[in-house]
């Protein structure tokens, strides 16, 4: 018989497990702000603005000789976010974070306004799409059980059930 010796863990971690979910919470809840802090200090450095202060094009619009300064800046944060650890993809997503909160709109990416009602309304009609897509080609999804509830959201928000498929 070995000599194993069992302990029960606590039913709720104070030490070391706390204080770790503690730092994670609170880095996780400054990452937006510190691309917003970032995003911002992009905008007052790189925008081009007239004699009045009005801003003429953003920093992530420019072209040409006036982009340079933004892509000397661009190297930096790749070099400074590869020595961190951060792969190409993940540096990628974070400039493109950066880039968004700056004002930038991907193409494509929003058909309606920029409001949280108007990106659901447009993320719910492409769910509902999908699953009748799926449902005509004969797929079968569970997503099939949740359409009419989708749908009634859809359409207590404004939408037009007609407009789907």
């Known amino acids: 018989m070995s000599n194993v010796i069992t302990t029960t863990p606590p039913a709720i971690d104070t030490g070391i497990v706390a204080e770790a979910r503690r730092k994670l919470v609170k880095a996780a809840k400054g990452t937006g702000a510190v691309i917003q802090g970032y995003a911002d200090a992009l905008c007052m450095a790189y925008n081009v603005s007239d ?93 099939s059980m949740f359409k009419s509830n989708l749908m009634d959201v859809f359409e207590g928000m404004g939408g037009d059930i007609g407009t789907l498929g």
Request: with cysteine; charged share 30%; proline share 1%.
């Open 51 to 143: 004699t009045s202060g009005t801003n003429v094009t953003a920093w992530y619009e420019l072209v040409g000789k006036d982009k340079k300064g933004i892509k000397a800046e661009r190297a930096l944060f790749v070099a400074d976010m590869t020595e961190s650890g951060f792969n190409k993809g993940t540096i990628d997503v974070y400039w493109q974070r950066v880039k968004e909160a700056s004002g930038y709109v991907p193409k494509g990416r929003v058909t309606g306004g920029t409001d949280v009602d108007s990106k659901t309304m447009t993320e719910l009609k492409t769910m509902i799409n999908r699953i009748l897509k799926a449902e005509e080609e004969g797929q079968d999804c569970n997503a």
